[in-house]
């Protein structure tokens, strides 16, 4: 069971850390649509042909799509904005800056929003739910959040409930006779 345990807590670790790696790419990739928006107006302006920077663009937003879900919206001058289908602004003129702190190590008892408090996201500096329903959920970016709260911790509350099942039916004087009514059984849950 302990063993469990540590392979749950370093999935939610592993998850946290996956998290901080694609907000990182995130912002890489905001910066390159705006980026390259500048330089598609230039090439225009210029009277250069941009479609090859248009291809390039359009090969950001499918990453970042990937990450999150966008929605890409038509601007002048064969500019885009970027917007999340939760209806967050990642690009609108100037890039959205996505922020995350990722916690090192995870234990059983840490969670966000409670004690022992896991790192959220923000956007431009206010915080943001990660919640698969959030304005930055779904994507890759929303499945590691589910690792992490959700899928990962409702299989550690399954493994604390097979523990405590086990503890409770060894200390039962009918299955130890041999027990006083009381007494720890044969698996204690901290001496008690």
Do not use: H
């Not at 359009?58 to 919206?73: G, H, K, L, N, S």
């Not at 589910?146 to 039916?169: G, K, M, P, S, Y």
């Amino acid at each position: 069971l302990n063993e469990v345990t540590r392979v749950i807590q370093g999935a939610r670790t592993d998850a946290d850390q996956k998290i901080g790696q694609q907000v990182e790419q995130l912002n890489e990739y905001l910066s390159g649509v705006d980026r390259l928006n500048a330089e598609i107006l230039a090439a225009r302006s210029s009277g250069r042909d941009a479609n090859g920077l248009m291809d390039e663009r359009q090969r950001m937003v499918d990453r970042i799509a990937e990450i999150v879900p966008v929605r890409e919206v038509a601007r002048q001058n064969d500019q885009v904005a970027l917007f999340t289908t939760g209806g967050a602004i990642l690009l609108e003129g100037n890039p959205a800056e996505i922020g995350f702190s990722p916690s090192g190590v995870i234990t059983a008892d840490m969670s966000y929003g409670g004690s022992g408090i896991l790192g959220g996201l923000t956007i431009n500096g206010q915080p943001v739910s990660p919640a698969d329903s959030g304005v930055l959920g779904g994507g890759t970016l929303g499945a590691l959040f589910a690792v992490r709260d959700e899928i990962a911790t409702e299989a550690q509350t399954q493994v604390d409930a097979f523990a405590r099942n086990l503890v409770d039916r060894f200390q039962s004087t009918t299955t130890d006779p041999t027990l006083a009514p009381g007494d720890a059984g044969l698996f204690t849950d901290g001496s008690g």
